[in-house]
């Protein structure tokens, strides 16, 4: 079955870290690109990180010296750490995997991280 799932979200204080993580079944993963995304309540979904087959890297200037994105070909799965977080990174956290000069184009269900005092 083709399917990323991911875990890791909650509650967190301001200046508190959290680490996403998405774990990814029935697909090639080292294959892919992967990527965080986010939606906050009226906002449309933007891009948060993404890492590519080789490891490249790409981030938000917004999250930019806060978050890093990684991932374990071995399992299968790709995380987010996050940390210093702010009220402003409250959103639903999606996992994404494209597979490259492909239309195959995946989303996990979505993760819900709010950043509260």
């Known amino acids: 079955q083709v399917q990323l799932v991911e875990s890791g979200g909650g509650l967190v204080q301001p200046g508190g870290s959290l680490r996403l993580s998405c774990a990814a079944s029935?697909?090639?993963?080292?294959?892919?690109?992967m990527g965080w995304y986010r939606q906050a309540p009226g906002k449309q979904r933007e891009l948060v990180a993404s890492i590519t087959f080789s490891s490249s890297t790409n981030y938000a200037d917004s999250v930019k010296g806060r978050f890093t994105i990684s991932r374990d070909n071995a399992k299968s799965t790709v995380y987010l750490q996050m940390n210093s977080l702010k009220p402003e990174d409250t959103a639903v956290y999606y996992c994404?995997?494209?597979?490259?000069?492909?239309?195959?184009?995946?989303w996990g269900q979505g993760t819900q991280v709010t950043v509260s005092s």
């Open positions: 994404n995997a494209v597979l490259p000069t492909t239309t195959h184009n995946l």
């Open positions: 029935g697909i090639i993963f080292r294959l892919y690109t």
